[in-house]
């Protein structure tokens, strides 16, 4: 298929309780989609649910003592 030509912003991203600098990028031609980067989903446990459109933040549950 060839190189993809994104176009990129820099961005401040406030998520979950966290701050940090990531990228925004968009292909350059052809359909235009936000693409969600790598740096962002390192930093954040998140479900991202397919055709639904739909986004959850994970939490780890705490044990119990039983």
């Known amino acids: 298929m060839g190189e993809a030509v994104?176009?990129?912003a820099r961005v401040i991203v406030r998520l979950a309780g966290l701050e940090f600098?990531?990228?925004i990028e968009t292909p350059s031609y052809g359909v235009a989609r936000q693409l969600l980067g790598?740096?962002?989903l390192s930093k954040v446990n998140i479900a991202?649910?397919?055709t639904s459109g739909v986004?959850?933040?994970l939490k780890i549950a705490e044990?119990?003592?039983t």
Do not use: A, D, T, W
């Open 55 to 57: 986004c959850c933040q």
């Open 38 to 40: 790598r740096r962002i």
């Open 63 to 65: 044990k119990s003592s």
């Open 48 to 50: 991202l649910m397919g």
């Open 21 to 23: 600098e990531s990228y």
């Open 6 to 8: 994104l176009r990129r």
